[in-house]
């Protein structure tokens, strides 16, 4: 629907289509980065719908004190001119001289808002009404922030990443009107980082699929409140003497008269794997989806998890690294 909206939209708005042209022509020549410093190259300003009707009440006030002679109408006229050129240079030295700085966002799901923390720096006097907002964002939500003197604040701003991948951070506007609101300056912020969007979970979850035993995974010793040692038991008719510990046994028939065995059910562990091939019958991005949801339950469950796609496969492990590690080969293929 988007697709075709949009050039209908250019069809009968031609204007608005070349205003879009040249602000990625412009956009495209700012350089990238985390940290701008706001000075005088980079600040635009222009006068507001109040600034220009005040400006056009100057205009009348005076032609009215020439027109009659009143010299109050003229202390009058350039006094608020006056007042007009200093909220001007206020309104431009508001953003001058501001550095900000981009944190580096976090990776997020396709369909949940990626969070961009911006932190402001002040070196010398305090800033008012500093406002932040996404360029391209229709109807944007500013976040307004003050920066006190010779310190920091912050202010956050969001968006939603339409699918998986990595995404370019998106420009943000930095703009104010302080003090009078009879002039707004603005600057535009292209940032270099980048967010990591993992597939869009699957909602209901699907079950995850079941865990198979095997042999010979390190053993979990410990020893238990009788002071046994797991991995040994006592001996069974039929085990093999291979099997039985004969130095332990020889200690503990001094005690309690049993041999002791080892116990191979110990050294058995579970691994459960991910796989491209048990979500047959769904399309890739559904199929994507689900894994990405059983990495999430397996991490959360704590259980020892691998996964498999087409030229691709993690070996088994848990723990937030490979739950990241998972999610990022998700999110990355192709």
């Known amino acids: 629907m988007s697709s075709i909206a949009a050039p209908l939209r250019s069809v009968l708005h031609p204007a608005a289509a070349v205003r879009r042209r040249f602000r990625a022509w412009w956009q495209a020549r700012l350089p990238r980065t985390d940290t701008l410093l706001l000075t005088q190259r980079n600040i635009y300003i222009l006068p507001t719908r109040a600034g220009l009707m005040f400006g056009v009440t100057l205009v009348v006030l005076l032609l009215a004190s020439i027109n009659y002679q009143l010299s109050l109408g003229y202390v009058l006229t350039f006094l608020l001119a006056g007042s007009g050129i200093v909220s001007m240079h206020v309104t431009h030295n508001t953003l001058r001289g501001l550095t900000l700085h981009l944190r580096p966002p976090s990776?997020?799901?396709?369909?949940t808002s990626a969070l961009l923390d911006v932190t402001l720096t002040s070196a010398g006097r305090a800033r008012f009404g500093i406002g932040l907002s996404l360029e391209s964002t229709p109807g944007k939500a500013v976040a307004?922030?003050?920066v006190p003197e010779g310190g920091q604040?912050?202010?956050?701003?969001?968006?939603v990443p339409p699918q998986r991948g990595r995404h370019d951070v998106p420009t943000i506007q930095i703009e104010t009107r302080f003090p009078l609101g009879l002039f707004r300056a603005w600057a535009i912020w292209r940032p270099a980082a980048q967010v990591l969007v993992y597939p869009r979970l699957e909602q209901p979850a699907a079950p995850l699929p079941a865990a198979h035993p095997v042999p010979g995974g390190p053993a979990a010793r410990r020893s238990t409140d009788g002071g046994e040692v797991e991995g040994?038991?006592?001996?069974?008719?039929?085990d093999p003497l291979k099997m039985v510990l004969w130095k332990k046994a020889a200690r503990t028939l001094e005690t309690t008269g049993e041999l002791v065995?080892?116990?191979?059910?110990?050294?058995?562990?579970?691994?459960l794997w991910l796989?491209?091939?048990h979500c047959t019958g769904l399309a890739p991005e559904d199929?994507?989806?689900?894994l990405a949801t059983w990495v999430v339950a397996a991490n959360r469950a704590g259980a020892d998890h691998g996964l498999r796609l087409p030229g691709v496969e993690i070996a088994p492990g848990q723990g937030e690294a490979q739950r990241k590690e998972c999610l990022e080969a998700l999110a990355l293929w192709s």
């Open 107 to 111: 990776a997020v799901f396709a369909g």
């Open 144 to 146: 307004w922030t003050d």
């Open 153 to 159: 604040s912050s202010a956050q701003v969001s968006f």
């Open 232 to 238: 040994v038991r006592s001996y069974r008719r039929g």
């Open 261 to 271: 065995s080892r116990d191979t059910s110990a050294s058995v562990q579970h691994q």
């Open 275 to 277: 796989d491209w091939s």
């Open 287 to 290: 199929r994507l989806s689900r």
